[in-house]
């Protein structure tokens, strides 16, 4: 190679790194809290603080592994090889959960069951003793309900890869003398392993991230202990640090997920959908029935409870005006972070022709949406505190800069993930013949390119915008002071009990998430099957 030419190779080397860099730093510039002691703390925390946290955490992660594969794997492999009433509505339906944040469901189910609710009420007119009414605010109830918003996470991928399996796996394990009981455990499941540790990996990740959920469910688990370091303790130095040794519990998850797959591969595509069975009588009942069940558990039964508590207090809806404001101004500066970013990774991956160093530098630039909201929090604003030391005559701790620094940080992932997959359509034999009939560098651009970029621009906008919407560690902790948005604001309502008037912020945030579930339910029916990867 040339000099001339090498250099050329290096260059959207270097660059990509440089974009890259900004996005890890957060989370490595924790390492440097451990020049900062805290012995007062630490005590503390190893006494009273981390031994319940780390049980509450271990035991959540083990529930919610059961409560998710169970309806995420049976509903996913009912629906890919069975017909069965109400069949294609379920199809679209079992993803509806996904719409809403834990936190909201999980102040909604908290509100219902409180001793005044109508779930605690009917159970006392039952004859039933308040004593013994099922405890929500456990861990149990904190799996039960994060499993009513995360299974679809299994259920989509799971769904995905029994279609792409086809019959083939069934039908030779049938053929061996196996029973369907024994041949999907003997034989489906283990070639679907790809699929559902990955989907199980999502779960698990998106648990250790949740902060809304477990507190308002009165559950701590290391990421509430990372927020009450920082906002009870008051010492970030401690918070950094413990928050470094959640990245290492965040690591630990991604490593055996990559163990659990294993070297198995998802199956190709089948030429021939494998034909359904069709379920008559009761054993379709048996199926259709348990599925609406979750889906009213993880969707209807909340919205519904949003819609009473709004209009219960129409009269005294809460002021959300500037909260929403300030939703929609930051969801669109991080957007459009993200998808400027995006573009630059996508676009020096281009360049160099996939060159792997370009690649990875995009690759590590996105591991920020593995790592929970509340640790890149931190390390953002130990980084600004460590800026702001440096150079005093900046105010970066108290502005935005935090916060969007730990959002582009934190949803890079879920823009790449759809900016590449519209820089796939865009082949390059197109822009070619473009430039061969004349065509200057401008209008290529204008008539070639962005029409074929526009729909995944969009949707990686979309997906981002209403990441950013329902996100609460991040912004509740870096947010200056006074500067609320939606998520904030149902942080605060249900810090104090008031689920009624919680309720109002939190439909908004519902119907906003209902955006991405809409496009993930186009994406299945185009056969893609695929959600952002971590």
């Not at 008051?234 to 470094?244: D, I, K, N, R, T």
Request: with cysteine; net charge positive; aromatic share 10%.
């Amino acid at each position: 190679m040339s000099p001339a030419a090498s250099a050329r190779a290096r260059w959207p080397r270097a660059l990509a790194w440089v974009v890259a860099a900004p996005l890890l730093l957060p989370v490595l510039w924790l390492a440097s809290a451990f020049a900062t002691p805290q012995p007062e703390v630490w005590p503390h925390l190893f006494e009273q603080v981390l031994p319940l946290a780390t049980r509450n955490t271990l035991a959540l992660l083990a529930l919610l592994a059961v409560f998710a594969l169970v309806p995420g794997v049976g509903f996913a492999w009912a629906s890919a090889r069975f017909e069965f009433p109400g069949r294609r509505f379920l199809d679209w339906a079992l993803v509806l959960p996904l719409a809403l944040p834990g936190y909201v469901v999980a102040f909604v189910y908290v509100g219902l069951a409180d001793y005044a609710g109508p779930l605690q009420t009917a159970w006392r007119a039952l004859g039933g003793s308040p004593a013994g009414f099922p405890e929500l605010r456990s861990v149990p109830g904190a799996a039960a309900v994060l499993a009513l918003v995360l299974y679809p996470y299994v259920f989509l991928v799971v769904r995905a890869a029994f279609l792409r399996q086809g019959s083939a796996a069934m039908d030779a394990a049938r053929s061996l003398g196996h029973g369907p009981v024994a041949a999907f455990f003997r034989a489906v499941l283990p070639m679907a392993r790809p699929a559902w540790v990955a989907g199980l990996s999502l779960v698990l990740l998106e648990a250790l991230a949740d902060f809304g959920a477990v507190s308002i469910l009165g559950v701590d688990t290391l990421a509430t202990a990372v927020y009450k370091t920082w906002f009870g303790l008051y010492s970030l130095p401690a918070a950094a640090q413990l928050a470094f040794g959640l990245v290492g519990v965040v690591v630990l998850v991604l490593v055996l997920e990559r163990l659990g797959r294993g070297r198995g591969r998802h199956a190709g595509p089948q030429l021939v959908p494998p034909p359904r069975r069709v379920l008559r009588g009761w054993r379709g009942w048996a199926v259709a029935l348990p599925a609406l069940a979750v889906v009213m558990l993880g969707f209807g039964v909340p919205v519904a409870q949003l819609l009473a508590w709004s209009w219960q207090s129409r009269a005294q809806l809460p002021e959300v005006g500037e909260a929403a404001l300030n939703t929609a101004l930051l969801a669109a500066m991080a957007a459009v972070g993200v998808l400027l970013l995006s573009l630059a990774f996508a676009g020096l991956a281009r360049r160099s022709g996939g060159d792997r160093v370009v690649r990875a530098a995009g690759f590590v630039g996105g591991l920020g949406y593995a790592v929970p909201g509340t640790v890149l929090a931190v390390g953002a604003m130990w980084l600004l505190v460590a800026t702001e030391q440096a150079l005093p005559a900046l105010a970066l701790s108290s502005s935005l800069a935090g916060v969007l620094l730990a959002l582009c940080a934190r949803f890079l992932r879920v823009g790449h993930e759809a900016t590449e997959t519209a820089f796939q359509a865009l082949r390059p034999s197109l822009l070619e013949s473009a430039r061969l009939l004349g065509a200057p560098r401008c209008q290529r651009l204008r008539l070639v390119a962005l029409p074929l970029l526009r729909p995944g621009l969009v949707a990686a906008l979309l997906l981002v915008l209403v990441e950013v919407v329902k996100e609460l560690p991040a912004t509740l902790m870096l947010r200056p002071f006074g500067w609320d948005t939606l998520a904030v604001k149902i942080h605060g309502y249900t810090s104090e009990g008031l689920w009624a008037q919680a309720g109002w912020p939190a439909l908004w945030l519902c119907l906003v998430g209902l955006l991405p579930v809409w496009w993930l339910v186009r994406q299945e029916e185009r056969g893609s099957g695929s959600l952002p990867a971590r």
